[in-house]
Nanobody
Framework: QVQVVESGGGSVRAGGSLRLSCTAS????????MGWFRQAPGKGREGVSC????????YYADSVKDRFTISRDIGKNTVYLNMRALTPEDTAMYYC?????????????????????WGKGTQVTVSS
């Protein structure tokens, strides 16, 4: 069974930084997309960022552009989300997910509908 496990969440003050990690089990297809999503209390899911297999192409939500950076280590089946200049509006449960390469590439990926395997999430809390 495919497992996706996030880590690195925590509580920080506004302006601080965090680095999230997500590792997918080796039972996934050889090549796959990875993405980060978040959900704040009382709000719907929001696509944060996604990255292709080689790590050459990325998408970011406008709300995090220029503050968050996604990267991946193919050999470790791991994707990272470096977050800086955090604000209380970034407080949410952050989820990692994988999508098959057949899903294609485009900003539609941030909708999350193409992602098949999801982790249980890691909480990020930013205080003012």
């Amino acid at each position: 069974q495919v497992q996706v496990v996030e880590s690195g969440g925590g509580s920080v003050r506004a302006g601080g930084s965090l680095r999230l990690s997500c590792t997918a089990s080796a039972r996934l297809p050889a090549r796959f997309l990875m993405g980060w999503f978040r959900q704040a209390p009382g709000k719907g899911r929001e696509g944060v960022s996604c990255i292709d297999w080689e790590g050459d192409r990325t998408y970011y939500a406008d709300s995090v552009k220029d503050r968050f950076t996604i990267s991946r280590d193919i050999g470790k089946n791991t994707v990272y989300l470096n977050m800086r200049a955090l604000t209380p509006e970034d407080t949410a449960m952050y989820y990692c997910a994988t999508a098959p390469m057949e899903a294609g590439w485009g900003p539609f990926l941030l909708d999350g509908e193409e992602f098949e395997y999801w982790g249980k999430g890691t909480q990020v809390t930013v205080s003012s």
